[in-house]
């Protein structure tokens, strides 16, 4: 395989080219987000799309599926140039796109989501039988339990994924693009997921499949393509590829996530002594009496499938929830009664699983979102002290190594991995004893999760404490020093770093897929 070509020498494969992009570019200002690209995609195949945030992926895909229009190039549809100026055009010429982040409208039922902008029409206005007929088929073949008319936002962020996936499902589409659509699921909804994929390639549909869970994404790959700083490294069919070599074409060297730092741990920082939290269905505990004690420079992994009860712990921590019985402290002291904003004050802070919604204000600039937390530092009464701000914001970016054309660029302009970087700034600005971050590497790549564990780890040296939860088995044995398996919201196992993948998914109720 050739790397550092635009073009490659021959095609992975003789499968029929349905649709193709042919020397396209995408300039927003002064950054160029795709130089030249050629991509293929094929009849009744996957490829997979590898690269760092901010590669081009996201950019090629919205390209591809009529979010942008490119700066120059071309697309090819069955062997006719074509121009697709809106998702509308791209859903008409049957091609549709499942994004990273959601675009839900969480105050509508799922069955309204599902089939918004292109309603069900019957002789006396919407079907709405129909409609919820169709949904309750959709949800019945991604093996999932969601009631139609369940409003999208009393759903778990996973539940809501699926939802997401099968609104594209639902459209009947030749070219299905799936931009991170694992992200959120648990692993037996993984396990579903490309089921579906199959199903789908056997119908000659044709999928574009985006994932930073690399070694997922190689048992459903047909082909693999990597985008490296806007332009393609490497083409190769999946006899060629393996993990090392998607890797060493993503960021140019084979390594890993870190291993856990020599830290002397001090007293303990977080206690959770009987924990119970009410589950958010109303029925039963989603954790129950939960014992745990994190000491000062101690990094924590919480691991557990979707439902085990780990953002539930992480939320009622930090004050988003009200536990039902039992009692936190922060050392030593407990925190029962104060809210979110005090509990930050005390040192106690939380990077949510949701950083659209939950971590950052998408109106805002970079500079703002990362001194929001630390407002009362430099702001007394009416007065804001612009120089201290700035010095705050800074040193921010310096220290999480954000990759912004600068504070006042919009939030929205930065890739995934680096909006994740400045919701863990921001939080780190107000120099916490106690960081709980959960699932802090959804939806970004290698290379900035070995970026995010190595800010944690250097804090944690300093005597920070940090608990991180995670989905992906891998994570868990990188710079943790104890990583803690829950279960229907107790804690199953406790593990050193030294363990194996198969134990913790054991303990979990979770088995390796072959």
Known sequence: MTE??????????????????????????????????????????????????????????????????PTSGELILDGTPVQIGSTVEARDLGISIIHQELSLAPNMTVRDNIFMGREIMGPFGVNYAEEER??????????????????????RLGQQQIVEIARALSVNSRILIMDEPTS?????????????????????????????????????????????????????????????????????????????????????????????????????LAVDKLDLTVRKGEIVCIYGLMGAGRTEMMETVAGRLQPVAGDILLNGESV????????????????????????????????????????????????????????????????????TDGPGAPIGSLSGGNQQKVVIGKMLVTHPD????????????????AEVFRILAEHAKKGMAVVYSTSEVGECLS????????????????FTHETTKEAIMAASGESLVA
């Open 4 to 69: 550092g070509t635009e073009i490659p020498n021959s095609t992975p494969d003789t499968a029929e080219v349905v649709l193709a992009a042919r020397n396209v570019a995408k300039s927003f200002g002064a950054v160029q987000a795709l130089k030249g690209v050629h991509f293929d995609v094929h009849r009744g195949q996957v490829t997979t799309l590898f690269g760092e945030n901010g590669a081009g992926k996201s950019t090629l895909m919205k390209i591809l599926s009529g979010v942008h229009l």
């Open 134 to 155: 169709q949904c309750r088929e959709l949800m019945r073949e991604l093996e999932e339990d969601i009631d139609p008319l369940t409003p999208v936002e009393d759903l």
């Open 184 to 284: 959120a699921l648990s692993a037996s909804e993984v396990e579903v997921l490309f089921k579906v994929i199959h199903d789908l390639k056997a119908k000659g549909v044709s999928i574009v499949y985006i994932s930073h869970h690399l070694e997922e994404a190689l048992t459903i790959t047909d082909h693999a393509v990597v985008l490296r700083d806007g332009v393609m490294t490497a083409y190769a069919p999946r006899a060629e590829i393996d993990l090392e070599w998607i890797v060493r074409n993503m960021v140019g060297e084979n390594f890993d996530l870190g291993s856990p730092p020599d830290s002397t741990f001090g007293a303990p920082a977080l206690e959770l002594k009987g924990l119970s939290v009410a589950s958010h269905t109303g029925a039963g």
């Open 336 to 403: 029962q009664g104060l809210t979110i904003a005090q509990r930050i004050d005390t040192g106690l802070v939380l990077v949510p699983e949701d950083r659209q919604r939950d971590g950052l204000v998408q109106t805002m600039t970079v500079g703002r979102n990362l001194s929001l937390s630390s407002i009362a530092s430099f702001t007394k009464g009416l007065f804001t002290n612009l120089r201290e701000e700035a010095r705050i914001i800074e040193d921010s970016i310096k220290e999480v190594t954000v990759k």
């Open 434 to 449: 106690v960081i709980l971050l959960d699932e802090p590497s959804r939806g970004i790549d290698i290379g900035a999760k």
């Open 479 to 494: 710079i943790a020093h104890r990583i803690i398996v829950m279960r229907r919201g107790k804690i199953a196992a406790e």
